[in-house]
């Protein structure tokens, strides 16, 4: 069974940076892609930046381009988000996924790390 958990998340000022990992336990020979999302308190649910798997091609929102990075190391199973520059905006929790190939949507999808940024 595969599981993602996120980590690296916490509370920083405006103007600071967090980095966040995802780690996948289980099979990822058939991942296609996988990203990064967040839900601000009543907000919905908004994808942030997304990497193929097997190639690590990155793509990204307007909302956070320029200013976060996503990356992953296939070998280590894990999936990083690095948040330069974080605004009060950004306070979320924050979501890995995962999307197998073939797959129509990310089906996969870690519990969350909080991320608060104060002004």
């Known amino acids: 069974q595969v599981q993602l958990v996120e980590s690296g998340g916490g509370w920083v000022q405006a103007g600071g940076s967090l980095r966040l990992s995802c780690i996948v336990t289980g099979r990822t020979d058939n991942f296609y892609m996988m990203g990064w999302f967040r839900r601000a308190p009543g907000k919905q649910r908004e994808s942030l930046a997304r990497?193929?798997?097997?190639?690590?091609?990155?793509s990204y929102s307007d909302s956070v381009k320029g200013r976060f990075t996503i990356s992953r190391d296939a070998t280590k199973k894990t999936m990083f988000l690095q948040m330069n520059n974080l605004e009060p905006e950004d306070t979320a929790v924050y979501y890995c996924?995962?999307?197998?190939?073939?797959?129509?949507?990310?089906?996969?999808w870690g519990q969350g790390t909080q991320v608060t940024v104060s002004s």
């Open positions: 990497i193929t798997w097997s190639a690590g091609v990155p």
């Open positions: 996924a995962a999307k197998r190939m073939f797959s129509d949507d990310f089906r996969m």
